[in-house]
């Protein structure tokens, strides 16, 4: 039995960071997406929304489950029993980052592995600091994220009209 851990802010899922846990959940037994609690509290949304933003998104993927962490990742993975981290990769802008974090992981803990699933090119230039930016100046983000996700963006983010 495989167990992958995707780990991220998920502040909040987007469509992309949705095609990489389907993905990833059709190539392991179990994946657990684990959303990080962030130690600077500099969130848009507090770790239990993203935890039930992610879990309604992900409920069509019944090998999926959705936890939250804190602190070092790889002391998660091990008390999770898991030796494999899910990223998703952009574009280039995302490499040097997603290395540099894959080889500190492994630095820490080299019985770990990191597997990179490349996006969709539909999905390369999601973000969720870019849906919240273009919420916020009314763009239509609609397409990009899920409904409930949506329905929150417009609870949570009031618009700006400058
Ligand atoms: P972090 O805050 O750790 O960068 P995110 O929640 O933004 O985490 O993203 C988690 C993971 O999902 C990262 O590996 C990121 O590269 C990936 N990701 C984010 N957006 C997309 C997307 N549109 N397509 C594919 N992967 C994505």
Same mark, same amino acid.
Do not use: C, W
């Given at each position: 039995m495989i167990r992958a851990v995707y780990p991220g +802010? %998920?502040?909040? $899922?987007t469509n992309g960071h949705i095609y990489i846990a389907e993905r990833a959940a059709s190539l392991f037994d179990e994946l657990l997406l684990a959303v990080l609690v962030n130690p600077?509290?500099? +969130?848009? %949304? +507090?770790v239990e929304e993203r935890q039930i933003m992610a879990r309604e998104a992900l $409920?069509?993927?019944?090998n999926v489950t959705v936890k939250y962490f804190n602190g070092l990742l790889v002391n998660f993975m091990r008390q999770e029993q898991s030796r494999i981290i899910i990223r998703g990769l952009r574009a280039l802008s995302d490499f040097e980052y997603e290395f540099q974090l894959a080889q500190m992981n492994r630095q820490l803990a080299p019985e770990i592995e990191t597997f990179f699933i490349a996006t969709d090119a539909k999905y390369s230039y999601l973000s969720s600091r870019g849906i919240k930016d273009a919420f916020r100046f009314g763009g239509t983000v609609r397409d990009m994220v899920p409904p409930g996700v949506y329905r929150r963006l417009r609870e949570r983010i009031p618009p700006t009209n400058s």
């Amino acid at each position: 039995m495989i167990r992958a851990v995707y780990p991220g +802010s %998920f502040d909040p $899922i987007t469509n992309g960071h949705i095609y990489i846990a389907e993905r990833a959940a059709s190539l392991f037994d179990e994946l657990l997406l684990a959303v990080l609690v962030n130690p600077e509290k500099n +969130s848009t %949304f +507090s770790v239990e929304e993203r935890q039930i933003m992610a879990r309604e998104a992900l $409920i069509h993927l019944p090998n999926v489950t959705v936890k939250y962490f804190n602190g070092l990742l790889v002391n998660f993975m091990r008390q999770e029993q898991s030796r494999i981290i899910i990223r998703g990769l952009r574009a280039l802008s995302d490499f040097e980052y997603e290395f540099q974090l894959a080889q500190m992981n492994r630095q820490l803990a080299p019985e770990i592995e990191t597997f990179f699933i490349a996006t969709d090119a539909k999905y390369s230039y999601l973000s969720s600091r870019g849906i919240k930016d273009a919420f916020r100046f009314g763009g239509t983000v609609r397409d990009m994220v899920p409904p409930g996700v949506y329905r929150r963006l417009r609870e949570r983010i009031p618009p700006t009209n400058s």
